[in-house]
């Protein structure tokens, strides 16, 4: 079992940077791929960044390619996610998933964060 938290979202102009970190609850934080998805009103959840589980390698969506990064921090179990240059179309509530990748798709397992509100204003 995998127990992830995330870090309290929030209100930001746009412009604007934040930080969303997420703990896990696991022995063998490691051993696990991380994601970070989110759903926008309406809209299906999509993933926007990944780090392997060694932090060595990162993915990110077209989207937020060189305005987010993904980071983390084995020995404190938790992952980072680090936004800059906010847009209102990155509002979305944000989730943090262990799981898996393969080459350079990542592939969730049933593990996720409680979610956090991320609201970009104009």
């Known amino acids: 079992q995998v127990q992830l938290v995330e870090s309290e979202g929030g209100l930001v102009q746009a412009g604007g940077s934040l930080r969303l970190s997420c703990a896990a609850s696991?022995?063998?934080?490691?051993?696990?791929?991380m994601g970070w998805f989110r759903r926008a009103p309406g809209k299906d959840p999509d993933v926007v960044a990944a780090?392997?589980?060694?932090?060595?390698?990162?993915y990110y969506a077209d989207s937020v390619k060189g305005r987010f990064t993904t980071s983390r921090d084995n020995a404190k179990n938790t992952v980072y996610l680090q936004m800059n240059s906010l847009k209102p179309e990155d509002t979305a509530v944000y989730y943090c998933?262990?799981?898996?990748?393969?080459?350079?798709?990542?592939?969730?397992?049933?593990?996720w964060g409680q979610g956090t509100q991320v609201t970009v204003s104009l």
């Open positions: 696991v022995h063998t934080f490691s051993r696990y791929a």
């Open positions: 998933n262990a799981g898996r990748i393969f080459g350079s798709h990542y592939s969730p397992y049933d593990y």
């Open positions: 780090i392997s589980g060694s932090g060595g390698s990162t």
